[in-house]
């Protein structure tokens, strides 16, 4: 008789709270399940009310083991412990870097095997040599991008296996809207047919939202009817709405803060252009950049900065625009360069939909995951 393996999914967050992380834990563990996996999750669920989330949960088909709030560190230890306990995996998957540390800790008391997931984090001199630890004693180390995995080995970190698999997105949820449904976040935010940019993630440092209002003014010198939006948890938005206040372009900055994703589809289908210009900061760098393949599956091409794994998010010139970290000029110019021209802008849309359409769902991402997994569970070796 045929035994469904099971997976125990260890994340340091988990929707229906906001964050990459979460997402990419949740996409996992509903593709596998699909694919005939049994899946139970572990980690905190923040960011949401009590009700949001009981309500979430049970609408999932697999098992989720919500951290304790308080003591933080205490709770996932204990919590993470009785999950293994309960579940008895045929095999462990560990998303973020200190369910990393974590998972490396249980290892040695519970000897089944185990992924770790490095998305772009950097730990400080004292955390580097835990980190080293850490992802060597994984049976295999899963990147989310070339240029996360080559991070790791500047760091020192050499896992028994190295595979990179790029991040994903819902076509289900990001689509193209049909022409008589768009045009809703416009008017909703009352700008008619007038430019549209937008950043979909957390108003912060490393998201770099500031480079964009920098630039406004050279773009507003070009295209005066621009407006550029943010939607994501505003951590910075009092800080860049005095910059964009000391710019003179407040009116055509808008901060959403957190919104539902029927907003975020009709935001990205009514936009011109999608934009993350993330940056380092010392806790790490973007490690792919999900925002900008659930732009794509909405046709809007994304200009992204380099320096980081957004760079795999895009092919440059033909699904978007690469340009260089902290350059407002650069950034600029790359936005005046495709409002000004439609049929550009359309070509990259195109191209971008078809291509995270042809490679970069979530459910083909399941798949290179499982293929991993299952050859961790039979103690081979599988080349990517």
């Known amino acids: 008789m045929f035994k469904r393996r099971s997976l125990l999914l260890l994340t340091s967050e988990f929707p229906p709270g906001p964050g990459g992380i979460g997402t990419h834990a949740h996409q996992l563990a509903v ?52 999950a293994m306990h309960r579940e008895q995996p045929d095999v462990a998957l560990a998303s973020g870097e200190h369910i990393v540390y974590l998972a490396a800790a249980m290892d ?19 955390l580097l040599r835990m980190k080293r630890w850490a992802f060597r004693r994984a049976d295999a180390v899963i990147s989310v991008s070339n240029y996360s995995s080559g991070k790791l080995r500047e760091m020192g970190v050499h896992p028994r296996r190295a595979i990179t698999i790029w991040n994903g997105a819902d076509p289900s949820r990001f689509r193209l809207l049909p022409v008589a449904e768009r045009g809703r976040a416009r008017e909703k ?53 005095q910059l964009a206040e000391r ?31 993330s940056r380092h900061v010392p806790e790490g760098f973007e490690g792919f950049g999900i925002a900008v393949i659930e732009a794509a599956l909405c046709s809007t091409p994304s200009i992204v900065t380099a320096n980081s794994g957004l760079v795999e998010a895009v092919v440059d010139g033909e699904t978007g625009i690469v340009v260089p970290p ?34 970069l769902t979530w459910e083909k991402v399941a798949r290179k995951y499982a293929d991993v997994l299952d050859s961790v569970v039979e103690g081979k070796s599988v080349s990517r």
């Open 31 to 82: 593709q596998l399940e699909r694919m005939g996996w049994r899946i139970s999750v572990f980690g905190p669920q923040d960011y949401a009310s009590p009700d949001e989330i009981e309500a979430f949960n049970q609408r999932q088909p697999f098992q989720i083991h919500r951290a304790l709030d308080q003591p933080r560190r205490l709770g996932m230890v204990m919590g993470a412990m009785q």
């Open 108 to 126: 040695r008391l519970r000897h089944r095997p185990w992924v770790a997931i490095e998305h772009g984090w950097i730990p400080n001199k004292h």
């Open 189 to 241: 935010l009352g700008i008619g047919d007038s430019k549209l940019l937008v950043t979909v993630g957390t108003v912060s440092k490393r998201k770099g939202q500031d480079v964009v209002i920098a630039a406004m003014p050279r773009i507003l010198a070009a295209h005066p009817s621009t407006h550029y939006v943010m939607a994501g948890c505003p951590d910075l938005a009092d800080e860049l709405s």
């Open 247 to 277: 710019l003179g372009v407040r009116e055509r900055v808008h901060f959403l803060g957190a919104v539902g994703n029927e907003l975020v589809v009709d935001l990205l289908n009514d936009a011109d252009i999608a934009l993350l210009t």
């Open 326 to 359: 902290e350059d407002p000029e650069a950034l600029a110019g790359a936005i005046d360069r495709l409002l000004a021209n439609a049929t550009l802008r359309t070509q990259l849309g195109t191209s971008a939909r078809e291509r995270a359409l042809r490679e």
